[in-house]
């Protein structure tokens, strides 16, 4: 349950990573930065990702004394933007905002250059559920309903939009429905948006995608969200059952956002770059911007998010093997 795991990790590493990285961060400040640093995000300009990004980046910059700039490198899934990070010199002037697709549910199914251990996690900022929903003149009302509808139906009758094969979505949803015993036909798109659009446009029968995508529909009364692939409720989505109120939330699966460097970076140099990006994330803007697209803040660093990603990585790789994905040879 990653983000059950992200509150206590929170709890258990936050007060140490800050005593740590405030100490460490005046004597590596003295050398580095020595020149702007770049931030790569590996996905297109303008989605929730890339705000992130960008507005950490503003808050950090004074605290590095350096510019800190956002460079987006989209494709392949996100693979060619942490690709190109770890093509960088090793110095910490070269470090990568994410989502969480491209470390843990990718490599599953598209060839990379890359493994877990080419990766330093710095920190994880907070993390959201995926959501099911309908349209507003769908007969259920709950999730119950819906579910009870499914499994009156043949197998596969009913589809699901989500945001690629293989990507975190699609086997967070799979995850979900293999323990639920029920099958649904699952539609590619590219990104939530165009999800949306295609359920907004009655080619599809359920959305399937992030819930900050969908929220303004829901909030104008032209989605009812009544699925969430976390653990837990939603304040968002009142109508939306969490997996415990189904009785599965160790099949909980989320997406989160956070900040890795390349292997072998300095450790003084990861220490100061926490410190500020910590600063930077504790402010109220940060916050409120995390809280407006329906992430819930949380805030974990160091080895406690190298366990998150390397236990997210684990559970849908069987997931990916349970439902046939087979990650091409590298």
Known sequence: MIATMLRRAALLAGAAAFGLGLAAAPAAAQT??????????PIAAGGGTD?????????????????????????ASGTIGLQAMLDAPRDGHTISFIWNAPLTSVPHTLGTRYTMDDFEPMFIVGTAPFTMCVRPNHPA???????????????????????GVGGTMHL????????????LQA??????????????GGHI??????????MATARAGNARCLLLTSAENHPAFPQASGLRALGIPQEETTIWWGMIAPRGVPADRIAALQAAFRQAGAQERFRQLLEQQGVTPGWVEGAAMGTVMRREYEELGRVATAIGLQRPAR
């Open 32 to 41: 580095f930065p020595d020149r702007p640093v770049r931030v790569i995000v």
């Open 51 to 75: 705000v992130f990004a960008r507005m950490l980046a503003e808050l950090a910059s004074p605290a590095l004394r350096q510019p800190v700039i956002v460079e987006n490198r989209p494709g």
């Open 141 to 163: 009302q709950n999730a119950q309903d819906l579910l009870a509808l499914i499994r009156s139906r043949p197998p596969e009758s009913i589809s699901y939009g989500n945001e």
């Open 172 to 183: 967070a949803a799979e995850r979900m429905f293999r323990s639920l015993g029920v099958q």
């Open 187 to 200: 539609i590619p798109f590219q990104g939530a948006a165009q999800t949306l659009n295609a359920f907004s």
């Open 205 to 214: 029968d359920l959305y399937g995608g992030s819930v900050a995508v969908v």
